[in-house]
């Protein structure tokens, strides 16, 4: 089994179980270069024998057909496993037919990829997942409008009390991948998402979870190619919106950082987004 290294063991983001041994090992190397813990498995029973020791991971990504235990039948065993949460699933293959996407959906696989992945695809995949999962935990610990005062309207005190921006930010953000990913489903190929606010984004998040994002991942993983996302940061840089720091044990290396500016900006956009959310949800109240 290819483990990360022990800083990454306790949190982990992907799964990935191939039999392709090379493939198994790029696709590992290049997850995590953008910042995603991740182990990689080698057949069907190694990644069950992963799963049953933990940690679970937020996304299994498996090769559909393998010998003895093949993609499917791995997702088919993990839905019978006692997992406090089910990992999210994507198939990949490297001749994948409409028999392949029919058990995908039966199996309700995240998506399925085919071979040569398209890295930046499963990145966000992954990113979403994440996001979508703090949203859900957020909401189960903030109280549902049935249960506020005054026939579900909102509390005066509540009316009058600031956005609390770090509480908001992943439901917001979380929606607003939802909202990208729509659009650009809607727009001509080759149209690309903007990265430099993609950029701004992750590095707020990577904040939130105290983080530390070099900037090989923050370029990675902006939805563009290395060399475009890293000349995003530059250009963020040179406006003042990030910092960059050089890592104490390798200098060559530097880790990003928002700066007050940049943070304020993300921060900004979030309360008029809550702002406008809330005077939404009290006109629909009203009415």
């Known amino acids: 089994m290819r483990k990360p290294p022990a800083a990454q063991s306790e949190n982990l983001d992907v799964l990935v179980v191939d039999d392709d041994e090379a493939g198994l090992l790029d696709l590992i190397a290049s997850l995590r270069r953008a910042g995603l813990s991740c182990l990689g498995a080698s057949t069907g029973w190694e990644a069950l024998e992963a799963l049953l020791k933990g940690p679970v991971p937020s996304v299994i990504v498996t090769d559909i057909r393998m010998p003895e235990l093949d993609g499917l039948e791995l997702a088919q065993r993990l839905g ?7 990992p999210e699933l994507v198939f ?4 994948a037919d409409l028999g392949h996407a029919v058990d995908a959906i039966r199996l309700r696989a995240r998506d399925l990829l085919t071979k040569p992945v398209d890295l930046r695809r499963l990145i966000q995949i992954v990113r979403d997942v994440q996001l979508e999962r703090q949203a ?4 189960k610990a903030t109280p549902h409008r049935d249960d506020m005062p005054v026939h579900g309207k909102p509390d005066a005190r509540m009316q009058s009390k600031s956005v609390d921006v770090e509480a908001m930010s992943i439901v917001v ?3 607003l991948r939802k909202l990208r990913r729509v659009r650009s489903e809607n727009l001509p190929a080759g149209l690309a998402v903007e990265a430099s606010w993609e950029i701004l984004l992750d590095l707020y998040v990577s904040e939130l979870r105290s983080e530390r994002t070099s900037l090989t991942a923050l370029g990675g993983s902006a939805g563009v190619p290395l060399t475009s996302g890293l000349r995003r940061i530059h250009e963020l840089e040179s406006k003042g919106m990030l910092m960059r720091t050089p890592d104490e044990k390798d200098r060559r290396r530097a880790a990003a950082h928002l ?4 943070r304020e900006t ?3 956009f979030i309360r008029s987004y809550v702002t406008f959310c809330r ?9």
């Open 92 to 95: 990949i293959s490297g001749s």
């Open 136 to 139: 859900q935990s957020l909401s």
């Open 279 to 287: 005077e939404s949800d009290s006109q629909h109240a009203d009415k």
């Open 173 to 175: 953000l979380s929606n």
């Open 266 to 268: 993300v921060q900004s």
């Open 80 to 86: 019978r496993m006692d997992l406090a949460r089910l």
């Open 259 to 262: 700066t007050e500016k940049g």
